[in-house]
């Protein structure tokens, strides 16, 4: 299979990428693909030659979005509709990320793919409308929820975390928001799965469709930045603060724990539980740094 993944720098690009072994894959980074423009995008398309194209790029500033509808729109929504297109054209599958965000965040029970889709801030608007999107095309596609995604390397609340852990010795992080953090390594495992499957089974009568996928278990940030200072032996004070004590440009759903019983029963898709993820992630970012 000729996997095309969109986007390349971007934390679930570099994972896909590291753990890519034998697998033929190409990527187009925005120099090469930028979605604001999609006459470029398309011409940047032309000459690939793909089975699957995996869109991991977005864009991703969930606070800039709010002020920046246009671009976010443009990423987030109308550019994955083109790719999709293409992808009917050309008869491939098409594998888009997308996020917890869809959700409003009212709900006190984990969610499953048919929950209601209501974004409480334009990211996740932009984003339920790139599922929409998708869907309309005609493409055969996975849509794949998840959620507080972070990696070693990247640009995530783990990161930050630690980073301010560096200088302060006490924190304030908010409780009143939980979900499921997901480790970026385990998504693109998840990615590569559907992929063999889809490999596997041939695309009459795949399991096209929706499905969320993220790490197991439920934390609120103050629980995940509790885990990060343990599980990396600082000794740092976390103290449990409400949202509304750190005003945000964004809304935040305060509940988007997913369900993930879809995608671990239709694919035989194992998850394991955030803690064990985020135990690898620090010890690969301890191992980077020496
Ligand atoms: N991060 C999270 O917590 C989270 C949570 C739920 C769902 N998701 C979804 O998961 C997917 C992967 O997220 P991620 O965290 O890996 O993203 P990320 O690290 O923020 O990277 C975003 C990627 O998109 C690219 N990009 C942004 N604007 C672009 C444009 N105009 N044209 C082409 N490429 C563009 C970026 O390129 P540059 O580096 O050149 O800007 C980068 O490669 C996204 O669909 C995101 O919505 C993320």
Not at 236 to 256: D, G, I, Q
Request: glycine share 6%; charged share 25%; aromatic share 8%.
């Amino acid at each position: 299979m000729k996997i095309l993944v969109i986007g390349k720098s971007g934390q679930l690009a570099r994972s896909l990428d590291a753990l890519k072994e034998g697998r033929e894959l190409t990527f187009l980074s925005r120099a090469e693909a930028d979605l604001s423009f999609p006459e470029k995008t398309e011409e940047a398309l032309r000459s690939k030659e793909f089975d699957v194209l995996v869109n991991a790029a977005a864009y991703t500033a969930v606070d800039a979005a709010e002020t920046d509808r246009e671009a976010a729109e443009a990423v987030n929504a109308a550019a994955p509709g083109l790719l999709a297109q293409i992808c009917a054209e050309r008869g491939a599958l098409m594998i888009h990320i997308s996020t917890d965000y869809v959700y409003d965040g009212s709900a006190s029970l984990p969610l499953s793919e048919d929950a209601p889709v209501a974004p409480c801030g334009v990211y996740g608007a932009t984003k339920a409308a790139g599922e929409l999107a998708v869907r309309a095309s005609g493409a055969q596609h996975l849509i794949l929820r998840t959620s507080w995604l972070y990696n070693a390397e990247g640009k995530n609340f783990v990161n930050t975390m630690l980073r301010l852990g560096e200088t302060r010795s006490s924190l304030r992080v908010v409780f009143d928001q939980i979900g499921c953090p997901t480790y970026s390594v385990d998504l693109a495992e998840a990615v590569y799965a559907l992929i063999d499957a889809y490999a596997e089974r041939g695309a009459e009568d795949f399991p096209l469709g929706t499905y969320n996928f993220a790490n197991e278990g439920v934390a609120s940030w103050y629980d995940l930045a509790c885990a990060v200072f343990e599980m990396s032996g600082m000794q740092r004070e976390v103290v449990p603060v409400r949202s509304s004590e750190f005003p945000s440009p964004a809304k935040r759903p305060a509940y988007s724990v997913t369900d993930k019983a879809k995608i671990k029963d239709t694919f035989g898709i194992k998850i394991r539980h955030w803690r064990k993820a985020l135990r690898d992630c620090l010890a690969e970012k301890k191992l980077k740094s020496t």
